[in-house]
């Protein structure tokens, strides 16, 4: 699955991301190729971003719900970071061995080594409906920090809230699926000077976001487009 050998070359091409990885490790081998980052400081990165300002916020207008949810989605978690941790060291070696033109039985033992790094991580991360919990956590609160700055003028929640969008934006795919497990307010009034104004807007593009039924890549790529539209709205208003 995650090596190819060639029958006419000496040494194995390979995949350098696995599959079936969590949605966090996924965005940090995205934000890695463009930074050159390290993997390992990158997903503990992603797993964290600006969320801490928006539960801070949240904590200001007294929603201390959605504030502790958050924080509980950001706490670490020795076991994940210590999976992680086993994966970049294999995936490290492996790589300097490659570029080294190790015999193949290194590389084979290096190979196991990383296949059985990520078989921990996957364990960890078993696709059932705790997957996205820390994602879902994230939806909720930008959507609480929207609702809340489309009601009330100087709300402490939209830049926070503009920014942690903006981030999931970068990779709007990857968040499709987090959003549409909500059922948002019906209807959502203001003031209507310009940021609570762009406030609901981005609210409602995300609203209309969570209605979309999970079938295929259409309403997939739909959601993701309305996700862009509500960062941009969001992060143009918070300026």
């Not at 921990?120 to 696709?127: E, H, I, P, V």
């Not at 209605?211 to 992060?235: H, N, S, V, Y």
Request: aromatic letters at 6%; charged letters at 30%; glycine letters at 4%.
């Amino acid at each position: 699955m995650l090596l190819t050998l060639r029958v006419d070359a000496g040494s194995p091409e390979r995949d350098p991301m696995p599959r079936n990885q969590s949605t966090a490790a996924q965005r940090a081998r995205q934000v890695q190729k463009p930074q050159d980052g390290k993997y390992t400081a990158l997903l503990r990165a992603e797993r964290k971003s600006p969320t801490v300002r928006l539960a801070a916020a949240l904590d200001a207008v007294e929603l201390t719900h959605e504030a502790h949810s958050l924080r509980a989605a950001l706490a670490p978690d020795p076991e994940w970071d210590a999976a992680t941790a086993a994966y970049e060291a294999a995936y490290e070696a492996e790589d300097r061995a490659l570029q080294a033109g190790a015999p193949r039985h290194v590389l084979d033992r290096l190979y196991e080594a990383r296949v059985k790094a990520t078989d921990r991580m996957d364990a960890l991360c078993r696709y059932d409906d705790s997957v996205y919990e820390g994602d879902r956590a994230v939806c909720r609160a930008v959507l609480m920090g929207l609702a809340h700055a489309g009601r009330n003028e100087e709300s402490p929640c939209l830049r926070p809230a503009a920014d942690v969008l903006a981030d999931c934006a970068e990779m709007a795919l990857a968040w499709a699926d987090g959003i549409r497990s909500f059922v948002p307010l019906l209807s959502l009034s203001g003031p209507t000077t310009p940021g609570p104004t762009a406030a609901r807007a981005a609210y409602r593009a995300l609203a209309e976001a969570t209605q979309l039924p999970f079938k295929g890549d259409e309403e997939w790529t739909r959601c993701a487009e309305l996700i862009e539209e509500a960062a941009a709205l969001a992060r143009a208003a918070s300026r």
